[in-house]
């Protein structure tokens, strides 16, 4: 992979925090100020991950999707994208602005699913390489208060998937594998507290951004 000079930065957090939508608004203020943005999400990003993203979130079959071989296509996808658009944005000097990258990986399929978290690290480490991000910015909210907006979701989109369906101690469980990650590294990855208005959470964000970027 070529050698990186961007600017990566990822956003994670639990099921209805908002990540895509304040994804959107960073990249609209980025662009604003002069800035190269690439904005891409996880599971998926390219052709390939996209689909191996539809059988991680819609699989509907007689035959079990074992918690091992979700891992894995989590990281075969992860393992595509870096390489056909996170790592070449980078060494062109963009900013990549990502929706979910390894921290969900582990704190879903590790955390949350039960699968050895040193493991499921090791794993991340092997897809995306040297790839890591500058930044993470954890969207943090209760567990019920995501479920109250993935519902109204529902009720108008219609579209619920595989993690949605979970109940709500495998999410009680992702969040605490959210939270374990910001604690253990506090310089990258900053906790914006979600529940509250959007433009309010936007506003916070970009102080943070600017900041590195300055």
Not at 82 to 88: G, N, S, T, Y
Not at 151 to 162: A, I, K, M
Not at 194 to 199: I, Q, S
């Amino acid at each position: 992979m070529a050698e990186k000079k961007g600017f990566f930065i990822t956003f994670e957090g639990p099921e209805g925090a908002g990540k895509s939508s304040q994804l959107q608004l960073l990249a609209h203020t980025l662009a604003q100020r002069g800035y190269e943005c690439v904005c891409t999400r996880e599971p998926g990003g390219t052709p390939l991950a996209e689909i191996l993203r539809a059988i991680v979130k819609e699989h509907q079959s007689d035959e079990m999707l074992h918690d091992e071989t979700e891992l894995l296509l989590m990281e075969a996808a992860r393992s595509q994208h870096v390489r056909e658009v996170i790592a070449p944005a980078l060494a062109q000097g963009r900013i990549v602005l990502c929706d979910r990258f390894a921290d969900s990986s582990t704190a879903y399929q590790g955390v949350a699913r039960g699968i050895d978290v040193d493991t499921v690290r090791r794993l991340n480490d092997f897809a995306f390489g040297h790839c890591r991000p500058d930044l993470t910015l954890l969207l943090d909210l209760p567990v019920e208060r995501g479920f109250e907006r993935t519902r109204r979701r529902v009720e108008t989109q219609g579209e619920v998937d595989r993690f949605e369906k979970e109940d709500l101690n495998f999410h009680h469980k992702v969040r605490e594998g959210f939270l374990a990650i910001a604690a253990a590294e506090p310089k990258r990855v900053k906790v914006i507290n979600a529940d509250r208005d959007a433009e309010r959470i936007a506003g916070e964000i970009w102080q943070i951004v600017d900041e590195l970027l300055s």
